[in-house]
């Protein structure tokens, strides 16, 4: 079971950003420039996922008193996993994607070192920019968003990767980067009561609670109606109509106030690009299927409870 709980503990269900962002972004560069799909995909992608995994150790053992008010914990406030076992797996898992990323390029080295600093710098003091108004909102476009899409150029010689249209990497960053400030919303009490000062408890303290909140989510609506823009620009009609649709729900939360609304709003960017990726990799979808049944069984047998939730 100990192993399952370090599994588990990576929280796979956040993971699927990476693996879904990957997978379009390798879709639609492949179609472009004509590579074929090869062993190197797969390198890169384990690569990301150890590192991506790693960086959610560490955000556990920095965010432990966080996760406890806001609920989100477990592994550690169960006594699961130790903090000096988590940190060792951070280390582990951050070489072994070092590594993967070794069998494609130098490039893919390079970028996954650049992930791996971003999620130190985003968790860990004294710098801890989760806490930062902009730095997390920065972070989180940067690693989660841009640099996972332009991961699939690491095969690419330098100058084939300068001439790369970045206007997908874009499109991620400022999907990410809306959708983060969504989920910050929630958490605000939580957030306010530890000391961490996220966009919406910077903008709340600044103006008040009603005001701040909605120019969180007036900001949420800039960067999505950008992403729209992104889309636009690489005639990616199926991004743009998804960010459209995601556009719309933040609407509503301008005008209606409920928690309800908020959530679905929040999964609802991840739900739709997930389906673009199985539609373009059918195998993923399946994949996607599987891992919500067994994390819902895990969870349920370990910590008595239901997740990860549709709604």
Not at 113 to 130: C, D, F, M, Q, T
Not at 244 to 273: C, D, G, H, W, Y
Not at 274 to 296: D, E, H, K, M, Q
Request: aromatic share 12%; proline share 3%; glycine share 6%.
């Amino acid at each position: 079971m100990k192993f399952l709980d370090y599994i588990f503990a990576t929280r796979p269900m956040l993971l699927l950003p990476v693996w879904t962002v990957y997978l379009i972004a390798r879709h639609w560069h492949y179609q472009k420039s004509g590579l074929a799909i090869d062993l190197t995909d797969l390198y890169l992608l384990a690569g990301l996922t150890l590192v991506f995994a790693g960086a959610y150790y560490l955000n556990q053992v920095h965010d432990f008193k966080t996760d406890m008010i806001n609920k989100k914990g477990g592994f550690l406030q169960h006594g699961l996993i130790s903090r000096w076992q988590m940190t060792m797996a951070f280390v582990i898992t951050s070489l072994l994607g070092i590594s993967l990323g070794a069998m494609v390029s130098v490039a893919a080295v390079v970028l996954l070192a650049v992930i791996i600093v971003l999620g130190y710098l985003y968790s860990a003091s004294p710098y801890r920019l989760k806490d930062r108004p902009i730095g997390g909102l920065l972070v989180n476009m940067a690693a989660n968003g841009f640099l996972v899409a332009f991961s699939v150029t690491t095969r690419l010689s330098w100058h084939e990767q300068v001439s790369f249209q970045l206007w997908l990497p874009l499109y991620f960053a400022l999907t990410v980067g809306g959708t983060y400030l969504l989920t910050t919303l929630p958490d605000q009490a939580g957030d306010k009561q530890t000391g961490k000062k996220t966009l919406v408890v910077w903008l709340v303290s600044l103006t008040s609670m009603k005001l701040g909140r909605l120019l969180t989510i007036q900001l949420a609506h800039l960067l999505m109606l950008g992403s729209i823009y992104s889309a636009r620009q690489i005639d990616s009609w199926p991004l743009a109509i998804l960010s459209l649709v995601t556009l719309v729900m933040i609407t509503l939360n301008i005008f209606v106030s409920s928690e309800q609304l908020l959530l679905a709003t929040i999964k609802l960017p991840l739900l739709l690009l997930t389906l673009l990726a199985g539609w373009y990799a059918p195998g993923y979808f399946l994949f996607v299927v599987a891992l919500f049944i067994v994390t819902r069984i895990y969870y349920r047998h370990r910590f008595k409870m239901k997740y990860p939730r549709l709604t």
